[in-house]
Structure formats: C-alpha cells, structure tokens
C-alpha cells in the first residue's frame, strides 16, 4: 500500500521568512496530494490540494509543487507570519471510489515574531 | 461548507467498557473515514466507508469495527476498551477526494 514520508517533523521560522516542507510517496498510482493544517484543539484543515496533471499550484502566500517522476511534493509557505504556526500534514491518494488519503506524519511549523 | 459533526469532544471510559463514537455529515458524501492521530505518528487510518452498510479495513483496524446503517452516519465502535486506545479519533467525509475532518475526539481509558 502506500506509504508517505514527511520532513522535517519540526520547523521554526522567523516572521517573514519562507517555509518548506517536503513530502515523498511511493505508490506510482496516486494521483491527489492534499496538504492540511491542524491548529491546537481543532480537526485538519485543508489548505491546498494539486492532482497529478500539474506540476505546481498557487493560492496567495502557499504554493504546492508535484514532481511525480521522483514521486515528491513540496509546501512552500512565503512570507510567514505568527498564525501559520500550527501542524502541517501531506497526504496522498488514488483518487478513486473505495480509497483514502493516507497521510505523513506531520510538521509543526513554529512562526516567532 | 461539509459540516462533520463528532458526539463529543471529550469521552473517558474504563478499559472493558464497550465504546461508540458517532460521526455525523451533511452534505450527502459517499466516502466516511475513521483516523486515529498519535502525536510523532500522524493520521492513521482505522477504517473507511464508500457506501452504506459497506466497510474497508485500513490500517490499524485490529480492536475496532465500525457500522453504516446511513449514508450520514458512521460509528466506530471499541468493542472492549483497552489503554492503548487511549488516542484522538478524526471523523472525515469526502465525495471525490477533497476530505473534510471533524473536530475530533479525545478519548481517554483508564
């Protein structure tokens, strides 16, 4: 089955800094990666998602990029500020009826002012 | 927005007690999963479920099983609570692959 690894476990930033996390799966088939944040005391929240017919996607300061030949997605997080600091999970899947995500095992990212 | 409602927040039982967690969602997904998260283990997968009265094992399933009587609906159940179970328990629901979680619930066995 599949199998996602996530780096690094923990992060720390300064304001205003970039932050990366790295994720790489091993099953060739899949073909969703979606990415979560988890702030204290709540459930995973999605924040962005790329399917395997692009290479990269954008949403304001959060962008995913998807090299699927190396089988690795990354979350690249731009000018940080203090209420992104929370629990990053990736995640991988087929896509399809009868599957589920199958998640790394998180990043907790910490933003300082 | 997918609203996932779980039954409660917080739940502690004693270990050989029988233990049901209710998931609730509301906007008619096939897909329901049960997820069990363990700080430095992540999200792992109990069990999921792509249609009423249909169940797939995931991967950690051995102490649970679940049940899907409604497309809304879906129960995880400890058959005999157990100290190792002591974890918190994600709801999610998905259509087609965008999963939205519940708050979650923290379960403690003493």
Request: with cysteine; charged share 25%.
């Amino acid at each position: 089955g599949e199998n996602v690894e996530q780096h690094p476990s923990t992060l720390s930033v300064q304001e205003g800094d970039s932050a990366v996390i790295k994720c790489t799966y091993s099953d060739s088939a899949s073909n969703y990666f979606p990415w979560y944040k988890q702030e204290l005391g709540k459930g995973p929240q999605l924040i962005i998602d790329i399917r395997s017919n692009v290479g990269e996607k954008k949403d304001q300061r959060i962008a995913v990029t998807l090299n699927k030949t190396a089988k690795h997605f990354s979350l690249h997080i731009t000018e940080t500020q203090p209420e992104d600091s929370a629990v990053y999970f990736c995640a991988a899947s087929i896509n399809q009826a009868g599957t589920a995500l199958i998640f790394g095992k998180g990043t907790t990212l910490s933003v300082s002012s | 927005d997918v609203k996932v409602t779980q039954s409660s927040r917080y739940l502690v039982k004693r270990t050989g007690e029988k233990v049901f967690l209710e998931c609730v969602q509301d906007m008619d997904h096939e897909n329901m999963f049960w997820y069990r998260q363990d700080p430095g283990l992540g999200l792992r997968l109990i069990y999921f479920s792509y249609d009423v009265k249909m169940k797939e094992k995931g991967d950690i399933p051995e102490g649970y099983s679940v049940s899907r009587e409604k497309k809304e609906r879906f129960s995880l159940i400890l058959e005999s609570a157990s100290t190792n179970q002591t974890s918190m328990y994600l709801c999610a629901s998905s259509l087609s692959g965008s999963t939205a979680f519940g708050p979650g619930t923290r379960l403690t066995v003493l």
